[in-house]
């Protein structure tokens, strides 16, 4: 093969690491011994001019030609584009995203979603087939407009575009090598699992090739999601081809998917190759191999799973021009004045005459010197030059060819221009005041108006430890500058929580770094992206600690004031299908930032806030809750959606309450403190502040409160939107009275659920790939589910409609329906006595390899209700041995011995069946039950 290029350097020979280090890729994993011998064998260098630093033109071959500007764009497959079956789509992001902390959903505010980062840029057809740039709220809608789904042929269609391509082609043979500089990133599950490319090299030898890139990224223990390390970056090949035929102005690529097989361990996380379904195949190995690690390796081949036909390789559309003639590129067309780092120029179309290249000066004659040493090859030639004496202003040379017989002017299709303009160290960038959140820095910048220096070809945003920015910065983002702008903006993540961080912005000139502008800022508390809780837990801050050991209360003494205790309903305290538990918290809890589970050290979770403590049974007392108690009942075992009747029995004590009797004889407590109600381990919570109970003298009781929270799109789980807040009914209380509660100091008495209608306007909204709707509207009553048919009040299951837990507030025929049903609640008067632990007779742990109902169906059953799949329950009652909630009747007074207050027992409540998820969760729950570890492909939707 000659003609092809060859690189020597003084000290470096041509040995294959001398090789990979040019290419700025050195270390294991870097050397391609495969490739690299390609591009060596059957050199034959015909002469090597080392006199005056000059270059000769080989006669071998004058076919091969330099490429400049050569364009990328791939859709990689159609899963890419994607729904998901939880986190509502599968997309690309433009750059190398930032560490998010742990395998979550990104949220908008986290700055991770990109469309442009230098070289690369995200695009999505639009209705007219047009490229343009998607937005976070447009990256999951297919060209139509609608949201995409799991079902194949339903995509985004969004594609990664890398501009600034450069390399050498023989279109004759269908030989060349590109390459690329700049990431981007693959994101599934919105979030919860991604990696990235960088640095695409597109390698073909007579029509044969590959396409390689340098992967990195984050993976989770595929046992225990919790878990997040960084990988180390590995080459990988992205794709092999055949049968490439190169034209003048480009080529597109089809990679090779079908009839590849892979070895995957059979019994590893990803599963066995299916070989038996028709177009089976796999990309490259050594692609499978790295997304072990980020678990998404079985998206990636033919699994047996019903993402399958979605999963092959999009064909890769490579842009450039061969010229017809003579061309030049270089590498910095513009440079600050006395720039000594050289300017690269490369020249192709030079035809087959042997001699030397000289740059003249359009404007003198003069000639610039050569700084490197000759790259000799067939028709092309390159070097650097010394532009460091140029004045200010614009420069044109030509092109001359010196050989044995003369000078000879070459035919350029433009002149080599370079531009020298003031250097960058004249001026600085103008740092704004950065933007802060918990993981997050936000920084923008204006480039000083009328300065004579730059403007900069891009900047370099850096967040250093500390009070200066000295040492290895924690963060790095490169932010390409726009002509048109005077300025930037970008987002540096992946930071920790109450850290105070120097943020350098330093602009860039062909490679020379100009002066920085710094800003020193600390990040904000773990879940404190709206202030801090004020103690009382009235406001929309994060919580503190949960209080621990020091401090516990038992709820079991004597307060001041009116006391209130109530824990909603065994739902809000069971198990769930993902994040461990529902749970209760003490406070208002703060904004997470987007739907994911919290953790013990985001601050989100607190048992005690001011007047508020979250109690539950440990053996036959009540103690307060903890963080490490918040998922088990009173034996210590985790409550399970396996485990038939378990739930922790957890309780909402409010203290304080503030007794009136009105001028119409109605009673009034008014509390103030907040409560939270999270579910799936704090993917969706809501707030009730300052309670409010009302009794009036006909049997009329009624507890409201101000209600706020966070929401998120049935459509696109990643979106995250704070509520606004409303007053709701907590509770409605038939039958109770005014002298009645006066007269026993209180009462105990299970709110209104069971006969009641749900008559407010709400509708659950269609979970993408489930190939079902969820529950839009109360069941209709039968005897399957008439023990424990209802519902909580209308207003309060309307609001529910916004924080996606609809459908777990009535009878949706779920198999959660007999979860539902309120729980007793009590109120103390004078705050004396307290709860009793009554009966509790769970069911022990089943065994892990439990078979999950409904498991025919593309997706599961939405918002606990609608069923499980093709399968659902629609008839589901009780399972043998379960208990139905007892007929409701009135409320049961507060006895008084000797100055003490009676037990307080809570009636419990043993219902049976797996659930159903909210937000949006089915697909993504029922996922994990059959698959038991993160991101492995859904082989059981086929």
Known sequence: MTGRLAVFRRGEGCSPTATARRRGRSGPGRNRPGIIARLLAGLGIASLMTGGGWFAIEAASAAESVVSDVGFSWRVNEESGGGAYFGGCNFLAAGTAGDAGSSRLWAETDGLYSTSDGNVTITKPDSAGNQVEPTWSTKCLDSAGGPVTTQPGSSSGNQVNLAGGSGRLDVDADTGSISWKGSFTIVYYGGMTYWTISDPVLSVENGVGTLTGIASGYGADMNDPSKWVELEPTEIELATFSGVDLTATGVTIDP?????????????????????????????????????????????????????????????????????????????????????????????????????????????????????????????????????????????????????????????????????????????????????????????????????????????????????????????????????????????????????YTVAVTPQLAGENGSAATRTVTTKAAGDNAGGNDGDGNDGGGNGGDGGVEGNDPGGDDTAGATFYWGLNQESNAGAFFGGCNFLVAGRAGDKGAATPWTDGDGMYASAAGNVTIIKPVGQSFEQASWSTKCTDRTGAPVSVQRQGSYTESQVRITGGEVATEADGSVQVQWRGSFTVAFYGGMTYWSATDPLLVVDANGNGKVTATASGYGASMHDASKWVALEERTITLANLTGLTADAVERDGGFTMTPDYLGVAYTGTNEGQGVPGSGMESATEQAARNAANGSYWGSFPADFVDFQGETGQFSYWFTSNGQRDPYKPTTPMTVSLDGAGGPVAGNYNAAPAPNLNQQVPGGGGAGAGGNGGGGAGADALADAGPADGAQSQPAQAGPAPLTVASGDRGPISPALLVGSGLGLTATGLASWAVGLLIRRRLGLDPAAFS
């Not at 983002?477 to 002509?483: K, L």
């Open 256 to 500: 090779d998917y079908a009839g590849i097989a892979i070895d995957s361990d059979p019994g590893g996380p990803s599963g066995p190759q299916n070989r038996e379904k028709e177009g089976w195949g796999s990309f490259p190995q050594s692609f499978i191999d790295f997304n072990v690690q980020t678990g998404q390796a079985a998206y990636w081949y033919t699994s047996g799973g019903a993402a399958d036909p979605k999963k092959p390789g999009a064909p890769i559309a490579i842009d450039y021009a061969v010229a017809d003639g003579p061309a030049a590129s270089v590498d910095h067309g513009r440079v600050p004045e006395g720039f000594d780092g050289g300017v690269a120029v490369s020249f192709s179309g030079l035809g087959d005459a042997p001699g030397r290249v000289e740059l003249r000066s359009r404007a003198d004659g003069s000639v610039l010197q050569l700084l490197d040493k000759a790259v000799v090859d067939g028709g092309t030639a390159s070097g650097r030059w010394d532009v460091s004496t140029l004045a200010r202003g614009p420069h044109e040379f030509d092109a001359v060819l010196v050989d044995g017989s003369g000078e000879t002017v070459i035919e350029l299709a433009s002149p080599v221009t370079i531009v020298v303009v003031a250097p960058l160290a004249d001026a600085a960038p103008e740092l704004d005041a950065p933007l802060v959140t918990a993981r997050s820095i936000a920084a923008s910048w204006g480039w000083p108006a009328g300065s004579a220096a730059g403007p900069p070809s891009s900047y370099v945003v850096q967040a250093f430890a500390g009070p200066a920015a000295t040492g290895t910065p924690v963060a790095e983002r490169t932010v390409p500058a726009d002509p048109a702008a005077s300025g930037g903006t970008t987002t540096l993540t992946g930071l920790a929580p109450s850290t105070q």
